[in-house]
């Protein structure tokens, strides 16, 4: 009798002592929605509102771009330079390059946070690039670092009692790199201070350029969750990126091509041969106000999340896909 108290006190430690390691919501084979630059369909991208919109919408993951400053603060940005989303030709009118351009590198982050940020616009035209939205420079929006958008997030999580994730971009590492700054580098100190160290933390990382992936992979041994992003078609070289990294993120017109001569749409086997190399597959970007064969948004998800069976969806809308997903689980 003694015995087995001992040992049903034993395995009742042991149970208490024992906290479930936390699961990311790309591990439990869920769809996820990933707030593309925030709420971007309904305020100016990569703003803090925007993404705290996002949060209370219900992403899983917030994206942030990355770029770094003169003084090596990453700010989320989409592009490299500034004239696109800021008032920066009015603040700062001699501070371009040749190519008529001004760069976000070129600036420090104090010298930044005096912009203006608007909804995007040509800046040759000044007319917004998605006219029914957020108009321009309205309100007061304000350009920020990765650091103060973490501890939004992070803050958000604790007060709220989520696990929203973040889902970084490096953006042109070459650019940088030729700019004497090492971006990865940078970036991957920040996740780590912050606790994004392993495929168990709420963090994705993703970029465009293979070879810098593989660096951080590689070189900086980063156990994080990490996407290669796909311009093109990269079918062939699935099984290399399989051997450093965990996802692909195509634009997802290179797995929906449009409709067969019966009006059924045609799905490429982009999806099907990433998941037979247990890589995930988040596709961008859904827009509900660019569908562009589709009559409506939701027969774009359908088709991408659940005909497609893409793993998760890169949106301007994030409300609106997780209303969508939600009606389907």
């Known amino acids: 009798m003694y015995r087995f108290l001992l040992l049903f006190l034993v395995l009742y430690v042991s149970c208490i002592e024992q906290k479930p390691e936390p699961i990311m919501e790309i591990q439990k084979n869920k769809k996820v929605v990933i707030a593309h630059r925030g709420a971007s369909g309904y305020l100016p991208e990569h703003?803090?509102?925007?993404?705290?919109?996002a949060y209370d919408m219900g992403a899983d993951y917030l994206e942030q771009d990355i770029v770094l400053s003169k003084d090596n603060v990453p700010i989320v940005i989409h592009d490299i330079h500034l004239e696109t989303v800021t008032d920066v030709v009015k603040i700062f009118p001699d501070?371009?390059?040749?190519?008529?351009?001004?760069?976000?590198?070129?600036?420090?982050?104090?010298?930044l946070k005096q912009l203006n940020v608007s909804e995007r616009f040509n800046p040759e035209t000044a007319k917004a690039v998605f006219p029914n939205r957020f108009p321009l420079f309205a309100s007061t929006f304000k350009l920020h670092s990765l650091q103060e958008e973490?501890?939004?997030?992070?803050?958000?999580?604790?007060?709220?009692?989520?696990?929203?994730?973040?889902?970084?971009?490096?953006?042109?590492?070459?650019?940088?790199q030729k700019e004497g700054k090492d971006i990865s580098e940078i970036v991957l100190k920040i996740l780590n201070d912050y606790g994004y160290k392993t495929k168990k933390d709420n963090c994705i990382l993703q970029c465009f350029d293979v070879k810098e992936l593989k660096r951080i992979?590689?070189?900086?041994?980063s156990e994080l969750f990490l996407v290669q992003l796909m311009e093109f078609e990269e079918e062939e070289k699935l099984e290399e990126i399989a051997t450093y990294a965990d996802g692909i993120?195509?634009?997802?017109?290179?797995?929906?091509?449009?409709?067969?001569?019966?009006?059924?749409?045609?799905?490429?086997?982009?999806?099907?041969?990433?998941?037979k190399l247990n890589l995930k597959v988040?596709?961008?970007?859904?827009?509900?106000?660019?569908?562009?064969?589709?009559?409506?948004?939701?027969e774009l998800l359908q088709?991408?999340?659940?005909?497609?069976?893409?793993?998760?969806?890169?949106?301007d809308f994030p409300d609106k896909a997780v209303n969508f997903i939600n009606k389907k689980d």
């Open 47 to 53: 703003t803090l509102p925007a993404k705290a919109m």
């Open 95 to 111: 501070r371009k390059r040749k190519d008529g351009k001004f760069y976000v590198i070129d600036f420090t982050f104090s010298e």
């Open 150 to 176: 973490i501890e939004l997030i992070q803050g958000l999580n604790k007060s709220t009692g989520k696990n929203i994730g973040i889902y970084p971009e490096i953006k042109d590492p070459e650019f940088h």
């Open 217 to 221: 992979r590689n070189e900086f041994k």
């Open 249 to 275: 993120g195509p634009w997802y017109q290179q797995i929906i091509k449009g409709k067969d001569e019966n009006g059924k749409w045609k799905i490429s086997d982009l999806v099907e041969n990433a998941h």
């Open 282 to 298: 988040h596709a961008y970007t859904f827009r509900a106000d660019q569908l562009e064969d589709f009559e409506t948004f939701e």
């Open 303 to 315: 088709v991408a999340l659940y005909e497609a069976n893409i793993d998760g969806v890169f949106t």
